[in-house]
């Protein structure tokens, strides 16, 4: 059996239909094995970055395993930022890449290239993967495949990749005579080592006790819910406790906003009232929230400072590395709850009403606006709420990165089976047009992107793809001619001085209309009615939002500020008046 063939069998049975590439030589027979499979399709990008990305979404929207494809190179180097995303953000990828001949590698030599396009990505990868490996033995192939994907999807996921230099994927193997990775000893002793371990009963013991006398509990919903498969042990905790829900940026959409007790985005550009909540809380549950300092501010000792708090995180690594906390538990999610919610079978749910209370007084009086409008300007977190309500057909919002993710993340109302897809901890600008095509192709359902006039351009190219393969994507822009995010930095630190962040842009409706792809323009709040006829138009159509050039994103959370007290400041007397708690001392910068 050819090397390539057997490479392409091992994905499908993975049960992959999809794989992103972009051809160069090196990959010629592994996309060549893949045409001679009819279960896998080949989705051929403009771009290995959108190759990259676009096989996170696939992932991150179905559960399974997301390959890309690429040649040596340029073309593995181009997915990096991709591969980083997966890497930060949790998700299983598989990244395959060729490699010149082994003949015309330099492998320990002081040489900087032997071969075309040469490149030792491995090397280049590994801080960014779960694991990376160069392929100089045909015999080895299954073994490397079986851990790479082994390790892509146990334990907390992230991408792998493999190098395969051409001439083994041209070898002749004997697919029977291979040894297998799940029959050796180092799988063994990793199996050994990362067994699913049960919770010790006293201490779940301890934390419904915890639970039992808290007056003011709160759930804090991290990326980790959803890439550890939790959400529904999340929603039986939720409905046997009560207790309220906030969110991380990558927790948003593990429990729809249709839930009467879920509260929303937290931190930097949180709501008010989810920070208000956060502060004010006397028990905070954290599941699967890395607690970076988007979520905590840059005053960490501060964040939920009279609360107990319980941090659960599969990764050791990840408690009480930036915030102190009371219980840490190493553990998946979904182990977690699974065993608690047992625990909890008979618990008298008891009632939060004061509490509730509070957080929805903080909701009315705190609503989350970017300016308060007096005629018919766009007003984008309006805009963004009354969006939302017309995208009932859609499956997934993929976000690019810019003020436009947080107005969406703040105001998108996400109806039940909805999927919202950020870039997290890479934040990389140009994600959300390949992640739709990704999107599009896992859940073969409508997908929407938000983006903003710089992210957009990225990786415009894509726009091919997406009319080449006829898919079902409706793209918003926001247009404000600048790159309002850090634009908005400068205003606040920079005295307003706008280095490289204002330039005119595009006609946009020219380049979408260059591709056939339909388009429509809101120029104020009274033209929202153009919203149904693009959401009713077939196939792909783009929607131009045109902002103020000073569009800005409220509330937003400053340096050296703790999480309540957020920009626009609310008087010092009435937010000592609106909390349940103590103020902290503000920081003096005149000394």
Not at 80 to 109: A, H, M, W
Request: aromatic content about 8%; overall charge negative.
């Amino acid at each position: 059996m050819k090397l390539s063939d057997y490479v392409v069998h091992f994905i499908k049975d993975q049960g992959v239909s999809h794989v992103f590439e972009f051809i160069g030589g090196a990959i010629v027979h592994l996309l060549d094995s893949i045409s001679k499979t009819p279960e896998i399709e080949c989705i051929s990008v403009r771009h290995e970055q959108g190759a990259a990305f676009a096989a996170e979404a696939y992932a991150r929207v179905n559960g399974k395993l997301g390959v890309a494809m690429a040649t040596s190179g340029p073309g593995s180097l181009n997915l990096l930022t991709g591969i980083g995303s997966c890497y930060f953000d949790s998700v299983p990828c598989l990244f395959i890449t060729g490699q010149v001949n082994t003949y015309e590698y330099k492998f320990d030599r002081p040489l900087r290239q032997v071969g075309f396009q040469e490149t030792d990505i491995v090397s280049v990868v590994k801080s960014l993967t779960k694991y990376a490996v160069l392929i100089t033995d045909p015999k080895m192939i299954r073994y490397e495949l079986e851990k790479a994907t082994y390790f892509a999807q146990n334990g907390r996921p992230g991408p792998v990749l493999i190098d395969l230099p051409m001439n083994l994927q041209r070898a002749d193997i004997e697919p029977e005579e291979l040894p297998s990775f799940f029959n050796s000893e180092e799988y063994e002793l990793l199996r050994q080592g990362t067994a699913s371990k049960t919770i010790a009963e006293e201490k779940l013991n301890e934390i419904i006790d915890l639970i039992s006398f808290s007056k003011r509990p709160l759930v804090l919903a991290g990326g980790g819910v959803r890439s550890g498969g939790a959400q529904g042990e999340l929603e039986k905790f939720l409905s046997l406790t009560g207790i309220p829900i906030v969110s991380s940026l990558m927790g948003l959409d593990v429990v729809s906003t249709e839930y009467n007790r879920s509260f929303g985005l937290i931190g930097s550009y949180g709501h008010r009232y989810s920070n208000l909540a956060v502060a004010n809380c006397d028990l905070l549950i954290i599941l699967g929230s890395r607690l970076d300092s988007r979520q905590t501010g840059t005053r960490p000792d501060t964040f939920a400072r009279a609360a107990t708090k319980i941090h659960v995180d599969i990764e050791a690594c990840e408690l009480n590395a930036k915030v102190h906390v009371d219980i840490a538990i190493t553990a998946s999610i979904k182990v977690f709850l699974t065993e608690l919610n047992i625990k909890l079978a008979n618990y008298r749910k008891k009632p939060l009403d004061y509490w509730l209370s509070f957080i929805n007084d903080k909701k009315s009086k705190y609503p989350t606006l970017s300016f308060v409008s007096e005629g018919v300007e766009v007003e984008p977190n309006q805009f963004i709420e009354k969006l939302s309500l017309q995208a009932g057909q859609i499956n997934t919002i993929c976000l690019d990165v810019g003020q436009h993710q947080m107005w969406a993340s703040q105001s998108f109302r996400l109806s039940s089976g909805q999927r919202l897809l950020n870039s997290g901890g890479m934040g990389a600008m140009g994600f959300a047009l390949p992640a739709a095509i990704g999107a599009a192709l896992s859940s073969q359902k409508e997908v929407l992107v938000i983006a903003g006039d710089g992210g957009i351009q990225l990786n415009i190219q894509e726009l091919d793809t997406i009319v080449r393969l006829d898919l079902p994507v409706k793209i918003v822009v926001f247009n404000n001619q600048s790159l309002g995010m850090v634009r908005q930095f400068q205003d606040l630190y920079m005295n307003g001085r706008k280095q490289s962040t204002v330039n005119p842009n595009p006609d946009f409706g020219r380049i979408f209309q260059a591709y056939d792809i339909p388009s429509f323009s809101i120029t104020s709040m009274d033209e929202i009615e153009i919203m149904k006829e693009f959401f009713d138009t077939s196939g792909p159509a783009f929607l131009e939002v045109l902002l103020s050039s000073n569009s800005e994103v409220y509330p937003k959370l400053v340096v050296n500020r703790p999480l309540e007290d957020m920009f626009p400041y609310l008087d010092r007397q009435v937010l000592k008046e609106i909390m349940l708690i103590d103020l902290v001392d503000e920081i003096d910068f005149s000394s």
